[in-house]
């Protein structure tokens, strides 16, 4: 799968095209070789990345602290970090 990589510590990488300003927040599918998220936040002051990775974290069931935004923090095309998740309870999600 393009969109998550599970990494040797035992953390998962995503690949995301993030929708802000949507109706609500939601996964969407696939966009290309990412995972893609609608956000109901506005990409305002880190607003929508904050919003991001708290959803991120209630979806896979991990604490906020366990996301992680590595790249893409002004850019629809963002790699997050989920540290402890399950790459096939993740997989699901596309």
């Given at each position: 799968m393009g969109w998550l990589t599970p990494?040797?510590?035992?953390?998962?990488?995503?690949?995301?095209?993030?929708?802000?300003?949507?109706?609500?927040?939601?996964?969407?599918?696939?966009?290309?070789?990412?995972?893609?998220?609608?956000?109901?936040?506005p990409p305002v002051d880190g607003k929508a990345?904050?919003?991001?990775l708290a959803?991120?974290?209630?979806?896979?069931g991990l604490p906020k602290a366990?996301?992680?935004l590595l790249?893409?923090?002004t850019s629809r095309s963002k790699r997050v970090r989920l540290?402890?998740?399950d790459a096939q309870k993740l997989a699901a999600w596309a």
């Open positions: 990494q040797a510590d035992g953390s998962v990488i995503l690949t995301l095209h993030i929708q802000p300003g949507a109706k609500k927040t939601e996964l969407a599918g696939l966009h290309g070789e990412a995972l893609k998220i609608r956000l109901a936040a990345n904050a919003a991001l959803f991120l974290a209630k979806q896979a366990a996301v992680e790249s893409g923090d540290s402890g998740a």
